[in-house]
């Protein structure tokens, strides 16, 4: 009877041994196939064009590295999307827009508005990137009594003149369209350097200047900034936040298809909401008229 239970205990030990070696074996092929096909996915490179000194939204920092809030929310999606790698282009406006529409550059961000034009030339993904505020920059001594566009409009106030290349110019004329009482003179704009609007304001010919927030506090707020003296004399206020678009060519569907489901996850995990409030201040989602 010994003998019986010694063969009967040892054939049992035989038997979860092989069981523990063939579970062993089982998990070793598991993670060589895994790895094998971890190796053999293929990695896309995908070339980003981005402005280089349009702070905060993209520009090149002090060590040369590319980086700003739309930057940062793409090198955040490229993250998650295993089957790309991102490279980043700092350039031109001029020439990210034309590379993209070439392929020469296969996604492209500038802080970009939505216009029909370029939807004839550019891809554009369903989740927008982020939000550009917008208002007037008016003179300190009109801050009392004007405190919006609506009240800028009934004082009858003029606006230095837009490009209606320019999705401002479309802003306002849908403001005309919605006050056809009290309309704002919108006057179509030669070229003309951003100095001159400043100017203009100061000397009282013209009462506002339609701008990009962003673009007012790194040119007159900030530190140093190139027209600071002029600090003390300008107010501004915020009338909406226009969506701003990652641009990508027209054969480029299936990265923007991706970019929307990882900027979704983003959303949803508070990734955008920080970075806003990192590069901007505030999330400009709110600002947002849908």
Not at 26 to 40: F, G, H, L, P, V
Not at 100 to 128: C, H, L, M
Request: charged share 25%; hydrophobic share 35%.
């Amino acid at each position: 009877m010994k003998r019986k239970r010694l063969l009967t205990t040892v054939g049992l030990l035989g038997i979860t041994l092989l069981a523990a070696c063939g579970q062993t074996d089982a998990e070793t092929t598991s993670e060589a196939t895994s790895e094998a096909a971890a190796e053999t996915t293929e990695v896309t490179t995908v070339t980003v064009a981005h402005t280089q000194s349009s702070a905060p939204m993209n520009y090149v920092d002090e060590n040369g590295e590319s980086t700003g809030y739309e930057v940062s929310v793409l090198k955040a999606i490229d993250e998650l999307l295993p089957q790309y790698e991102f490279e980043y282009v700092p350039t031109s406006d001029e020439d990210l827009l034309i590379g993209i529409e070439s392929g020469k550059y296969d996604v492209g961000t500038k802080g970009a508005w939505y216009t029909e034009e370029r939807a004839q030339k550019f891809i554009f993904p369903e989740n927008y990137i982020g939000a550009s505020s917008i208002g007037v920059l008016i003179r300190s001594e009109d801050a009392e009594e004007i405190t919006d566009l609506e009240s800028f409009a009934a004082a009858g106030k003029s606006l230095v003149p837009i490009s209606p290349n320019n999705a401002q110019y479309n802003v306002i004329q849908e403001f005309n369209e919605e006050h056809p009482d009290t309309p704002i003179e919108l006057a179509a704009a030669d070229v003309f350097e951003i100095a001159d609007a400043y100017t203009w304001l100061l000397e009282g010919r013209y009462d506002g200047y339609f701008a990009v927030k962003t673009a007012y506090e790194v040119n007159v707020l900030a530190e140093g900034a190139p027209y600071s003296q002029y600090k003390d004399d300008f107010s501004y206020f915020v009338y909406e936040a226009l969506p701003t678009w990652p641009l990508f060519n027209k054969e480029q569907q299936e990265l923007a298809d991706a970019y929307d489901e990882a900027f979704v996850q983003l959303e949803e995990d508070g990734t955008i909401d920080k970075l806003m409030n990192e590069f901007l201040g505030e999330n400009t989602f709110q600002y947002v008229k849908e």
